[in-house]
């Protein structure tokens, strides 16, 4: 198993940044990609930003430009540098891990953006 421990989250006013962490330990071989995705009240989760193993990166559009995503490989740990930050940024930000064929899951951090 694969565990996923996120931080960083918390309110934020309009225009300032965060920087969200997260952590994986357990039984890791061989991860092929690791990425946010967010979640907004009476949305659909959606991938926001995704880095994989040979180094490339995938950003939903409303983030181009303003989301940076990074890895530490040595630290098995990915972060999210959001800066420019708007209110519909708002939402639980999970943490997601793909290694083969199975995927996981962080426990979600809040990011709650206000104008």
């Known amino acids: 198993q694969v565990q996923l421990v996120e931080s960083g989250g918390g309110p934020v006013q309009a225009g300032g940044s965060l920087r969200l962490s997260c952590a994986a330990s357990?039984?890791?071989?061989?991860?092929?990609?690791m990425g946010w995705y967010r979640q907004a009240p009476g949305q659909e989760r959606e991938l926001v930003a995704r880095?994989?193993?040979?180094?490339?990166?995938n950003y939903v559009d409303s983030v181009k430009g303003r989301f940076t995503i990074s890895r530490d490989i040595a630290k098995n740990t990915v972060y999210l540098q959001m800066n420019s930050l708007k209110p519909e940024d708002t939402g639980v930000y999970y943490c997601?891990?793909?290694?083969?064929?199975?995927?996981?899951w962080g426990q979600g951090t809040q990011v709650t953006v206000s104008s």
């Open positions: 997601v891990l793909r290694q083969g064929s199975s995927w996981y």
């Open positions: 357990g039984s890791i071989f061989s991860i092929n990609a």
């Open positions: 880095a994989t193993s040979g180094g490339s990166t």
